[in-house]
């Protein structure tokens, strides 16, 4: 019997497995759905404000919206299709156009209803003016932009309690999907990466859900690598049958059904359904329980194609006594689990316990968790984490030919490998996260030796040193990977620095540039002076949070190499909006960042991006205010971090979608 190709199988010829025969269509849909809101006007296009301007919003605007308008203009309910709970909701508009135009008051029809003006096609709100100063409130908000913080997408109505977490299905990022297919078949899928189309990276991050579409690129990619590890798994067909059938290695009648059930509870991280059961035992055995040619390659091949393999779901079930609350089951719960803490797919181990429904105990959750912290994945998983938050791998982005004085590979590849083991000593070990910021230890070879002006060794290996207590140099940003990330080809440039610091480590939104400017600026970011930047509008508002930033490190050139132009010490750098914010050095812009005592708040709502596949919102606040009290009394050791995260009651329970 010619069984075609697997995918073909979701729409001719497999029996009744309900599940899988639909794949092909529940591809279709994710696909329709992410193009859908690709297409949707993001939230980061109100990012176009500082702080200050954010919390005009949180502590004038948003009640306002919150208590007057989002109960007929949310999510629950549009009259006349508007909603106003969120600024692309704002910008969209509903029957008669958009409700606001940011930086023109005049021309906003939110504005102009409430002003209950005697020729208006609207008053709102209906049940009555609103006060003076809320009138005001809102004018000088459009006025100023309509500023919306980027954490914050969208407004919940009238006294709705907070979300406790989004129940999102989506698919596995390239390397949750590239390690799951290594631990179940125990080829080394390291050369696939490249098959992959690309991922957006949203948040700074490859995982979120938004970005992972399914296009016809990636499905043909799926069935490429699939076939290829088929080939490799079954290259010598008895240790594949002892791999994946341990039970039952011929695939005798007699365990079979026993046989495809295993496998398949390793493969969709759950049990097989009876339909699913029945439909993917008929691809082993015929109607007379004879074998079929070349049916253990077909069987895997096709569950590493389905939609249940490719997708997480962690949808849960109602929780008695709190209406529009779901539980994760306890296969969910091993599923998070193990995709959270090592970013694959859950070993045999973990399903077993999730059979005796212990993956919901939350004694047995918290030793478990402990348990996989100590494994070499869990330190892979947050190496991960560690170089997409800090950008690391742009570094292998800068081109080597011709553009920068003493730059070539081996000083790429030498700035990358000293972050990597940065994060490492700082973020898998028992020690303090933000120390990395500051430290005085560091990993060098003589390429970085030279860098540093430091004696070399005659040879290729990295050695750890200790950087003397005056060496302005000391931490994250004297070294030469920062300055790769935060300059442009062939120079530094004031504006990535600021960006990096505000974004990365203080977790404070800087807008883009006007969209009258973008073009101008586009051409060349740093061609205008930075006295000429912080002198004009609309420009200086935002330069005066970012240039002076890169002030403070303007000693140093494009590879981290000392500017012989620039005298030591004599650089003068600030961090506006927060108390004793000045430096002069790398060093000291350490400190400075570590007194704003913002970082630990930074690096666990950028842990919760990376976690969730999504960015957190403000619903999210006392998870996030919870999680930071916590890691403060761990000292800071990450590890603690995530195994708070996981002992949260966000892990386990997740809210209805509206």
């Not at 540039?513 to 740093?526: C, M």
């Not at 005298?567 to 060093?587: H, K, L, M, V, W």
């Amino acid at each position: 019997m010619h069984l075609g190709h697997p995918l073909d199988m979701f729409s001719a010829g497999f029996g009744t497995a309900g599940r899988i025969v639909s794949g092909l269509a529940l591809f279709c849909a994710w696909i329709a759905a992410t193009e859908s809101r690709a297409a949707d006007p993001a939230p980061s296009a109100a990012e176009k404000h500082g702080p200050a301007q954010f919390e005009f919003f949180k502590e004038k605007v948003r009640p306002i919206l919150r208590e007057a308008c989002v109960e007929c203009h949310g999510a629950r309910k549009q009259k006349g299709h508007l909603r106003l709970d969120s600024f692309a909701a704002l910008l969209k508009g509903g029957d008669a156009g958009a409700a606001i135009k940011p930086g023109n008051a005049d021309l906003s029809l939110l504005i102009q209803s409430v002003l209950y003006l005697p020729d208006a096609e609207e008053q709102m709100p209906p049940k009555g003016k609103l006060s003076e100063q809320q009138i005001a409130d809102l004018t000088a908000w459009v006025k100023m932009g309509a500023p919306w913080p980027p954490a914050e997408p969208t407004i919940a109505p009238p006294n709705e309690d907070a979300v406790i977490a989004s129940a999102d299905m989506r698919r596995l990022s390239h390397r949750e999907y590239l390690r799951s297919i290594e631990r179940l078949t125990g080829v080394r899928t390291g050369r696939y990466g490249g098959q992959l189309p690309i991922d957006a990276s949203i948040n700074g991050f490859d995982n979120q859900a938004s970005a992972l579409q399914v296009s016809s690129e990636t499905l043909e990619s799926y069935r490429e690598i699939t076939a290829d590890v088929i080939a490799q798994a079954f290259k010598d067909p008895g240790a594949a049958a002892t791999r994946f059938f341990p039970s039952c290695p011929t695939l005798a009648k007699t365990c079979v059904t026993d046989a495809v059930a295993r496998l398949g509870r390793r493969v969709f991280r759950r049990p097989l359904d009876d339909e699913e059961l029945r439909g993917l035992r008929a691809l082993v055995v015929d109607g007379h329980g004879r074998v079929r040619k070349g049916a253990a390659p077909a069987l895997l091949e096709t569950m590493l194609l389905s939609p249940q393999f490719l997708f997480r779901s962690e949808r849960g079930e109602p929780v008695p006594g709190r209406p529009g609350v779901r539980r994760l089951t306890s296969y969910e719960a091993a599923s998070a689990l193990s995709f959270a803490l090592w970013g694959e797919t859950p070993e045999d181990k973990l399903l077993d316990a999730a059979e005796a429904s212990l993956t919901l105990d939350s004694r047995w959750l918290a030793q478990q968790t402990a348990e996989m912290l100590k494994d070499k994945r869990a330190d892979s998983s947050i190496e991960s984490f560690g170089m997409q938050w800090l950008r690391v791998p742009s570094i292998d982005l800068v081109p080597i030919a011709g553009t920068v004085q003493g730059l070539d590979i081996n000083l790429r590849w030498a700035a990358t490998d000293q972050l990597r083991r940065m994060i490492r000593r700082y973020f898998t070990r028992d020690a303090n996260a933000t120390g990395f910021l500051d430290t005085a230890v560091t990993d060098i070879n003589d390429r970085l030796a030279k860098v540093y002006e430091l004696p070399t060794k005659g040879n290729d290996g990295t050695r750890e040193i200790t950087l003397a207590e005056d060496d302005d140099r000391r931490g994250f940003f004297g070294t030469p990977g920062f300055s790769f990330i935060t300059s442009h080809v062939d120079r530094t440039s004031e504006i990535l620095q600021g960006l990096y610091v505000r974004n990365k480590l203080l977790c404070d939104s800087v807008p883009p540039p006007p969209a009258t400017l973008a073009a101008e600026i586009s051409k060349d970011p740093d061609a205008h002076s930075s006295e000429a930047r912080l002198s004009k509008q609309p420009c200086a508002g935002c330069h005066r949070l970012l240039d002076p930033i890169g002030r403070g490190l303007a000693g140093f050139t494009v590879i981290g190499a000392r500017d012989p132009s620039v005298a030591r010490g004599t650089a003068r750098g600030s961090i506006e909006g927060y108390p004793d914010a000045t430096f002069n050095s790398p060093a000291t812009l350490a400190k400075v960042v570590l007194n704003t005592g913002r970082v630990p708040q930074c690096i666990v709502e950028h842990t919760l991006a990376w976690l969730k596949g999504r960015g957190i919102t403000s619903a999210e606040g006392p998870l996030v205010e919870q999680l930071v009290k916590g890691f403060e009394g761990s000292g800071y050791r990450y590890k603690e971090l995530l195994a708070l995260y996981i002992g949260s009651e966000d892990f386990l329970y997740r809210k209805d979608a509206r």
